[in-house]
């Protein structure tokens, strides 16, 4: 069982700044990957950023030169820094999570999704 515990979401200006944060914590051995999703009202979630415990990250176009994804040194709390916020940036923001629950080669993943935190920039 994996529990992630995001903060950070909030109401801003266009043109401000908002960071998020994921803890997780339960059982598992590892952290995989960790990451951030969003859902828009009427829209597909659609990722955001993704970083894995060795540090690549993968960045969907639209975030690409304004957010940075980040994890801390024990590799279990993602985050996810947003400049230059746009009201089109309005969404849910989910946290993904993917922990090695098995020491098998190659290890065994399982996925977990956060609650999600409501990201809104008024224009």
């Known amino acids: 069982q994996v529990q992630l515990v995001e903060a950070g979401g909030g109401l801003v200006q266009a043109g401000e700044s908002l960071r998020l944060s994921c803890a997780a914590s339960?059982?598992?051995?590892?952290?995989?990957?960790m990451g951030w999703f969003r859902q828009a009202p009427g829209k597909q979630r659609e990722l955001v950023a993704t970083?894995?415990?060795?540090?690549?990250?993968n960045y969907a176009d639209s975030a690409k030169g304004r957010f940075t994804v980040s994890l801390d040194n024990a590799k279990t709390t993602v985050y996810l820094q947003m400049n230059t916020l746009k009201p089109e940036d309005t969404a849910l923001y989910y946290c993904?999570?993917?922990?090695?629950?098995?020491?098998?080669?190659?290890?065994?993943?399982?996925?977990?999704w956060g609650q999600g935190t409501q990201v809104t920039v008024s224009s």
């Open positions: 339960g059982s598992f051995f590892s952290i995989d990957s």
């Open positions: 993904y999570a993917g922990v090695v629950v098995a020491l098998t080669r190659p290890p065994t993943v399982s996925s977990s």
């Open positions: 970083i894995a415990h060795t540090g690549s990250t």
